[in-house]
């Protein structure tokens, strides 16, 4: 069973770098690939990067493309998100989830969605 946590949110400025983490406390029986999905005030969570289980290789989303870095620990269960060039206009609160891609939509698994972690970007 995946179960996520993020961890790592803050409060930084504008143009600053911020690293979270999503740590999979569970037994894994089965490798997956993990997805950010965060979510701006008023909207619907929104992919913003994934990895696969081996960590070598990376998908991103438009909006992030250049900016956001995703890495897998060698553990294997915490995959790090490095977010550089932080903008007040970035989404709020960070979410992981078990992700596949259905046609050219990925799609998180709604039962491994993580709490969340709050990023709050000053101008």
């Known amino acids: 069973q995946v179960r996520l946590k993020e961890s790592g949110g803050g409060l930084v400025l504008a143009g600053a770098s911020l690293n979270s983490s999503c740590t999979d406390s569970?037994?894994?029986?089965?490798?997956?690939?993990t997805g950010w999905f965060p979510r701006a005030p008023g909207k619907e969570r929104e992919f913003v990067a994934a990895?696969?289980?081996?960590?070598?290789?990376?998908y991103y989303g438009d909006s992030v493309k250049g900016r956001f870095i995703c890495s897998r620990e060698n553990d294997k269960k915490t995959v790090q998100l490095r977010m550089n060039s932080l903008q007040p206009e970035d989404p709020v609160v960070y979410y992981c989830a078990a992700t596949g891609l259905a046609g050219t939509t990925w799609r998180a698994d709604v039962g491994s969605w993580g709490p969340g972690t709050q990023v709050t970007v000053a101008s």
């Open positions: 990895i696969n289980w081996n960590g070598d290789s990376t």
């Open positions: 569970g037994r894994v029986v089965k490798g997956y690939t």
